[in-house]
């Protein structure tokens, strides 16, 4: 599709921090055509209107794209919405991703500084095709009633500037100025992802802090806008805070999101703000481009007693369909879930995120360790293709993959562009072991479960390039180890970039981000390395590339012999680090014999660490299944139901409503801190269908089924019910004395069943119910 775009702001924007929205009209002929098809795109996001009525009900569109590559545009059938004669088309278009905030640093301006917007209307009639194009003729203004916009800082309206009818016909708009042309050399494709809409919505508590402060208590963490109505006279202004937490002492805080640096204020402080000037009377707002992170909200300057009915906290993310059920007889559990289900929500909204407040951007890390949960949970095959594309439009011409998808800037300083506006590389977010090798591993997990092999094929060649890159680095030697000798050295990873396991119990991102940068864990990146270069050469396989699935095969052998040199000492792993004992085993670079003990070992370390939680990022969602491929049901079921820190259960009883970043996000004084909505240490939870409930692909996408689950007396009951690609699975089961009992249903696929007491049968019924004695 061949657009021409506009550029609706004729002077050049005053400076990073103040944009007003651009309001775009057009008024066009319509007389004798049949169907009427709008093409829309824009940089930046937009909210389009057909004589004043919305085209749909989404939100930040056309979403989050590698704009320097990649802009996805959307097609409507506009027909019904016209009517015979003069029509109007109005667009509102804000910053979004492509000028606003981005990331940490919450730098804006990052992927270009001219908003820009392109239609196409396509009138067909029995003679042919009529095309309608943004371009000169088309009006725009920026005096309209959001006078600042970005999608996480801040929404500044002002409705004394209303304008009644702008999307309308008839409107006067010689006030306006004529856009200008502008242009985009990225490629423009069909919408990919899953739109982004309103989804539940919550009634909110009023409440009055020690502080004297009006506060909204909404019951649940997310992602969203509140809507308010309020009652007052033109020229009052009023300001909505949103924050995830109270403080220690019961009052509003930001403070757990506020990085401690130069540009704190843009990310804490002066973030998730909306100021509200109201025009005269009753009035009822919500926000089209400032989507927040938050449970709270404080009020300032209400000018009427601040009601709660006047209020509702409304959840905004990209429409993927729910595909899951799990409950068990611990209700703590079920919260556990669900307090992760919203996580998810929160951190789904066009892109994968790692939180939906500070950061917000797409860190390869969190979705690579989420994506097997995300997928018992909900239909996101859609939804991580798009990201996919982008992914790999991102690689380097040296075959590096970035860490954050799209690419949002990484310093406070200015951004360095070479002389074709390429951002310096020094500046971009590579390479990171476990990160960036989430664009190998999660087409893996889409053909696991979803059975083809679209996302394998997508990144395929890009995955073989990493690949190269990764061994050339690995053939490098670290300063410290520039003396280590052995052929086997040459497949140690220990140079470059990584971030490491990462925020095990009690590290810090500071302490944990400078090792990233100085001494990179090399168990962890070789570990990785193995790890992908496997991946690739089953990808291979499943391609039929049968030579190169043998070259890569040979060389995971090497990486996986160096591993084991380095780092599995007389059989097993000698550390204090649960993470070190976990790895190897999940990934299967030990040997059978070793894992037994390796695994035997954690288990120890476990109990004597009075089951607690000792991993970090890379490794908190596969300790439950290492545990259970040995039979640690005991252990497995007392890590997961300890109450205290660190353990999934300690933040329930400081009232989580979503999954913390870090263990301890509101220590033993109440004080909070980090971000209260990340979904990866919850990316665990895959364990309730596979683990506990047992339900396995032993084939690509269900075309067999393995039904095995970890049980213990610890738990009377647990019941997943799975909408696979193949059709539903059940499996619930229930201990009652000494009798288990377990209730099968299964789609027409033949299906394995183990019982608790090691017995096996095969299910060819659609429907079944089994039982044994408890041992
Ligand atoms: C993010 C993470 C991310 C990490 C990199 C953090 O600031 O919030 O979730 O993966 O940096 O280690």
Same mark, same amino acid.
């Given at each position: 599709m061949k657009f021409r775009f506009i550029e609706p702001e004729i002077l050049s924007p005053k400076n990073e921090s103040e944009q007003p929205v651009s309001y775009v009209r057009k008024e066009f002929d319509v007389s004798k055509a049949k169907k009427v098809m709008l093409h829309i795109t824009a940089l930046g996001v937009f909210k389009a209107y057909i004589n004043g009525k919305p085209i749909d009900d989404c939100y930040l569109l056309p979403g989050f794209t590698n704009y320097r590559k990649r802009l996805q545009y959307k097609t409507y059938d506009i027909t019904s919405m016209l009517s015979k004669g003069r029509n109007a088309i109005g667009v509102v278009i804000g910053d979004g991703w492509y000028r606003g905030a981005l990331g940490a640093f919450g730098k804006r301006f990052y992927y270009g500084n001219k908003i820009k917007l392109a239609c196409s209307i396509e009138l067909v009639d029995d003679f042919g095709t009529k095309e309608i194009t943004t371009d000169e003729s088309w009006k725009a203004t920026q005096n309209g009633p959001i006078i600042q916009n970005d999608l996480k800082t801040y929404e500044t309206v002002d409705m004394r500037k209303e304008m009644h009818g702008w999307n309308d016909v008839g409107f006067d708009d010689k006030d306006w100025h004529n856009c200008v042309m502008g242009d985009y050399n990225g490629k423009c494709v069909p919408y990919e992802g899953e739109d982004i809409l309103e989804h539940e919505s919550f009634a909110a508590k009023v409440l009055k802090t020690p502080n004297g402060e009006t506060v909204l208590d909404f019951g649940q963490n997310l992602a969203g806008h509140i809507e308010f109505t309020?009652?007052?006279? !033109?020229?009052? $202004?009023?300001?909505?805070? %949103?924050?995830?937490?109270?403080?220690?002492?019961?009052?509003?805080?930001?403070?757990?999101?506020?990085?401690?640096?130069?540009?704190?204020?843009?990310?804490?402080?002066?973030?998730?703000?909306?100021?509200? $000037?109201?025009?005269?009377?009753?009035?009822?707002?919500?926000? %089209?481009?400032?989507?927040?992170? @938050?449970?709270?909200?404080?009020?300032?300057?209400?000018?009427?007693?601040?009601?709660?009915?006047?209020?509702?906290?409304?959840?905004?993310? /990209?429409?993927?369909?729910?595909?899951?059920?799990?409950? #068990?007889?611990?209700?703590?559990?079920?919260?556990?879930?669900?307090?992760?289900? *919203?996580?998810?929500?929160?951190?789904?909204?066009?892109?994968?995120?790692? #939180?939906?407040?500070?950061?917000?951007?797409? *860190?390869?890390?969190?979705?690579?360790?989420?994506?097997?949960?995300?997928i018992w949970y909900t239909d996101v095959k859609k939804f991580l293709l798009k990201w996919l594309r982008d992914a790999v439009s991102l690689q380097k011409e040296d075959g590096n993959l970035p860490y954050i998808v799209p690419e949002v800037p990484m310093s406070m300083g200015k951004t360095k562009r070479d002389k074709n506006g390429e951002i310096k590389s020094m500046q971009l977010p590579n390479g990171s072991a476990g990160w960036s090798d989430?664009?190998?591993?999660?087409? %893996?997990?889409?053909?696991?479960?979803?059975?083809?092999?679209?996302? =394998?094929?997508?990144?395929?060649? #890009?995955?073989?390039?990493?690949?190269?890159?990764?061994?050339?680095?690995?053939?490098?030697?670290?300063?410290?180890?520039?003396?280590?000798?052995?052929?086997?050295?040459?497949?140690?990873?220990?140079?470059?970039?990584?971030?490491?396991?990462?925020?095990?119990?009690?590290?810090? %991102?500071?302490?944990?981000?400078?090792?990233?940068?100085?001494?990179?864990? !090399?168990?962890?990146?070789?570990? *990785?390395?193995?790890?992908?270069?496997?991946?690739? /050469?089953?990808?291979?396989?499943?391609?039929?590339?049968?030579?190169?699935?043998? @070259?890569?095969?040979?060389?995971?052998?090497? =990486?996986?012999?160096?591993?084991?040199?380095?780092?599995?000492?007389?059989?097993?792993? =000698?550390?204090?680090?649960? #993470?070190?004992?976990?790895r190897p085993v999940y990934m299967e670079i030990a040997s059978e014999e070793e894992a037994k003990k390796i695994v035997s070992d954690l288990n120890d370390m476990i109990i004597k660490n009075d089951y607690k939680i000792g991993t970090g990022f890379l490794t908190t969602y596969k300790v439950l299944y290492v545990l259970s491929k040995y039979g640690y049901n005991e252990t497995i079921y007392r890590l997961l139901l300890n109450e205290k820190c660190p353990g999934w259960l300690y933040e329930l009883n400081k009232g989580a409503t979503t999954i913390w970043e870090d263990w301890l996000g509101i220590d033993e004084n109440n004080v909070p801190k980090n971000s209260m909505n990340h979904y990866s240490p919850g990316a665990s939870l895959s364990f309730m269908f596979a683990g506990i409930c047992g339900i396995n692909p032993t084939k690509p996408g269900f075309e067999e089924i393995l039904i095995m689950p970890c049980v213990s007396k610890l738990l009377s009951y647990a019941k997943a019910e799975y909408r696979s690609v193949k059709g539903n699975i059940v499996s619930k089961w229930d201990i009652k004395d000494d009798l288990f009992t377990l209730h099968v249903e299964i789609p027409d696929v033949p299906a394995t069943v183990v019982l608790p007491d090691g017995s096996k049968y095969s299910q060819n019924e659609r429907v079944k119910d089994y039982s044994c004695i408890m041992k």
């Open positions: 309020v009652n007052g006279k !033109s020229g009052d $202004t009023v300001s909505i805070k %949103m924050g995830e937490v109270l403080d220690e002492n019961g009052n509003f805080t930001t403070k757990n999101l506020e990085f401690v640096g130069k540009n704190q204020n843009v990310i804490g402080a002066l973030g998730q703000l909306l100021t509200y $000037t109201l025009k005269d009377g009753k009035q009822t707002y919500k926000s %089209m481009f400032l989507i927040s992170g @938050y449970r709270y909200a404080k009020l300032d300057n209400w000018p009427e007693e601040v009601k709660a009915e006047n209020f509702r906290s409304i959840a905004v993310y /990209s429409a993927f369909a729910t595909v899951s059920r799990f409950e #068990c007889s611990n209700e703590m559990i079920n919260k556990l879930v669900e307090n992760s289900r *919203w996580s998810q929500k929160s951190n789904f909204v066009d892109i994968p995120t790692d #939180c939906p407040q500070r950061e917000r951007a797409g *860190w390869t890390g969190d979705i690579n360790v989420f994506t097997e949960t995300a989430a664009i190998i591993n999660i087409p %893996m997990l889409l053909y696991k479960f979803y059975g083809d092999n679209e996302a =394998i094929k997508i990144v395929y060649e #890009c995955a073989k390039k990493y690949i190269t890159f990764e061994l050339k680095r690995a053939k490098r030697k670290h300063i410290l180890n520039l003396f280590k000798g052995g052929e086997h050295f040459e497949y140690i990873l220990d140079t470059g970039f990584h971030f490491g396991e990462w925020l095990e119990p009690g590290h810090s %991102m500071q302490l944990d981000g400078l090792k990233a940068i100085f001494f990179p864990d !090399s168990e962890v990146a070789t570990a *990785w390395l193995y790890h992908s270069v496997k991946e690739v /050469s089953e990808m291979a396989e499943i391609l039929n590339k049968n030579d190169e699935h043998e @070259y890569y095969l040979k060389i995971a052998d090497k =990486i996986k012999e160096a591993y084991r040199k380095e780092f599995i000492k007389k059989g097993t792993v =000698i550390s204090d680090r649960q #993470c070190r004992f976990v």
